[in-house]
């Protein structure tokens, strides 16, 4: 366990500055990069940008972590949940909406004296809205941000993953943690999705934020759920959020179901046929003997 270690990385340095070199060569902008929670874990953070050009690059940086490990005999792997009893590799997203002058669209002018919850005060109405629009339809996409057999291994209680539609002001427990004063600049309001994990296709979980979370703007949603308090944990308290899908199969039926807010946010087509490659999966999995 070597998180946010500052010696560690000189233990394979050139394959960790290798990494680096070609990430800035290839325009992923890397901003940190560094060891986490587990042995071999590194998390990277990359600059933030346009909603294509950030998937674009969260894709891309898998692969050159993949293609300079070749040189150095590593094998990267980006799995959610490659070790029982260690954390995770989680693919968090962090979305914000701004204007065509550059505006925070998310931030509030001054704070709201009478908000819904506190946690909100520094929230523009819009940055509420749109708040509303994920977690209605957080349980609806979770074959988006939990694409495998495996992505569930990771969502389990006392893990650091959320496994509830939930969210709060820096909550790090959350399905949705609110980043924004007092804690943060009103420039830097943002939302942090922590629910997909390493192995989630960047493109469509921006893809599903978004249409959620503009669904929820348009329709001026208001958030139902309260959020989470500190020190209160999402898998073990009996007032949080509803439970997300516990596995694949489950996930997919709702994704698939016919009043699934995926079928409005991205269409009949899309639904079935991504939703078909993923009871493929199950099927294939159902077949499998392993080793347990």
């Not at 940008?49 to 993949?66: C, E, N, Q, T």
Request: with cysteine; aromatic share 10%.
């Amino acid at each position: 366990m070597f998180g946010y270690s500052l010696t560690r990385p000189l233990h394979n340095k050139d394959y960790y500055y290798g990494v680096f070199d070609a990430c800035e060569k290839f325009n992923t902008h890397i901003e940190g990069w560094h060891t986490e929670s587990g042995p071999g874990v590194f998390e990277a953070a990359l600059a933030f940008g346009d909603i294509k050009g950030m998937a674009d690059r969260a894709g891309l940086f898998k692969y050159v972590v993949k293609s300079i490990a070749t040189t150095y005999g590593i094998t990267p792997c980006f799995m959610a949940k490659p070790r029982q009893g260690l954390p995770g590799n989680s693919g968090h997203m962090h979305l914000s909406l701004v204007s065509s002058s550059g505006t925070n669209l998310f931030a509030r002018d001054s704070t709201d004296p009478n908000p819904p919850y506190p946690d909100v005060a520094n929230l523009s109405d819009m940055g509420r809205h749109f708040l509303a629009g994920i977690l209605d339809g957080l349980p609806d996409i979770m074959p988006i941000l939990a694409p495998t057999v495996n992505s569930y291994k990771r969502l389990v209680e006392n893990f650091w993953a959320p496994v509830t539609v939930s969210w709060g002001l820096e909550h790090r427990a959350a399905s949705i943690r609110l980043i924004a004063p007092p804690t943060a600049k009103a420039s830097a309001t943002r939302f942090e999705i922590r629910v997909p994990g390493a192995d989630a296709n960047p493109h469509y979980v921006l893809a599903a934020c978004l249409a959620l979370g503009w669904r929820g703007v348009k329709q001026k949603l208001e958030l139902t759920v309260p959020p989470l308090g500190k020190g209160e944990d999402v898998g073990g308290t009996s007032d949080a959020g509803q439970r997300l899908a516990r596995n694949l199969g489950e996930a997919t039926e709702r994704f698939m179901a016919k009043d699934s807010l995926a079928r409005e946010v991205f269409g009949d087509e899309f639904v079935e046929h991504f939703g078909g490659t993923r009871e493929h999966e199950v099927r294939l999995y159902d077949e499998a003997v392993t080793d347990w």
